[in-house]
């Protein structure tokens, strides 16, 4: 963030924070702005510039793009602090239509040692809006394929949907809503809070927030504990509740997903003037009336598997010990029940492949109604990498 940025966000980082640019003696002004809205409503003024950085004070980049933020705003209760966000992974839709399309009959395949999936798991380090996926003393990872050490127990498959208006299914799962969970005595005490027939939750791991309905988020807040503070922008709580406060369950079709109040309380690396509190809610308000965009707390949590050809998710139990699934009932396929869900369920697309049996040599070839559908998906959906963030 620049020490020119202008908005009352950008009041809340401290000076000796921001960036400076006559301290740099690199720095090359290319005299022009970038206005960008990310998807969780956040929005950020940038001027585009040329820069090198250095990392640990030993590897120097060349002169690159960056984008110096001048002006940051947030949607209410979307955020505490402004902070530069650098996205990879996704080609973004600057360079919508740079990338050729495939032919017809084709689909590009991101490949990775021989596989299709992609995962992530780790964390560890919750309860900070600094907490970065590549930070080199963060205990949280990307990787090409699947690592079994990272993870115990089942995974539980989850279908992508198909969501309205030909948007991109990567990666939204159908989703029912949430739960608080209590612990009462011998009994634990559970409130339901449903979205919309429908909704979608879509991982998203460009914001350390869980994204929801404006409504839902005065109610999920309010149940917790938590106050609308205007100075912070936030919904704030004291930290004792870190402790104290239900846990917060995510609930898809025949799954739960637990988390506890640490993982989605988190603490205030600056606090606010005229705030009282010292930790917020990392349940914030978006922009979408119906659905969910399951951030940072969510996928720090567990141990995540991003299918590309199957169309699902995967989610497991990290050995983070930071979330914990139960199965509830049975998890729909495409060809299962679908009474609970709006949106249809992407089906599974299979490869022209060839695989080796003990008798023989099984070839695996695709029926022509999936390699219609591969074409469309081409069309529509190329860009199927997860978002990353730095």
Known sequence: MSDKCNTTTCDL?????????????TNIDLHYQVNHTYIDGNQVLMEAELDTVTLLDKFTFPSHLIGEAIEVNYPMGGGPVAAARIGVGDYG??????????????????????????STGGGGGSGS??????????????????????????VYDLPLVI?????????????????????????????FFPTAAGSFGQIYSSTPYIVVPSEMAKQLNRAIGATFNKEANMYTISCAARRSAPALIFQFPGLDAKILPRQYIYAFDTVPSGTHHRCYSTIVTGFDNTNVLLGGPFFTSFYIIYGYDT????????????????????????????SSISYPILPTISRNTTSQSSSSMVATTTTPAKMAFMTRAAQMHQYTLPFFAM
């Open 93 to 118: 839709g600057l360079l919508k239509n740079m990338i050729p399309q495939p032919p017809p009959g084709k689909r590009l395949y991101p490949r990775a040692g021989g596989d299709d999936r992609y």
């Open 13 to 25: 980082v401290p000076y000796n924070r921001k960036f400076h640019r006559n301290e740099s003696s």
């Open 163 to 191: 969501p309205p208006n030909n948007q991109t299914p990567f990666w939204k799962l159908p989703f029912i809503g949430f739960q608080l969970e209590r612990e009462g005595g011998h009994r634990k005490q559970r409130r």
């Open 311 to 338: 169309r699902k998710v995967g989610l497991a139990n990290s050995i983070t010990k930071l979330g914990f699934l139960h199965p509830r009932g049975e998890i729909p396929t495409e060809s299962g029940a679908q």
């Open 129 to 154: 809006p600094n907490f970065r996926k590549r930070d080199v003393n963060s205990r949280f990872y990307w990787v090409l394929g699947i690592d079994p050490t990272m993870y115990y127990g089942a």
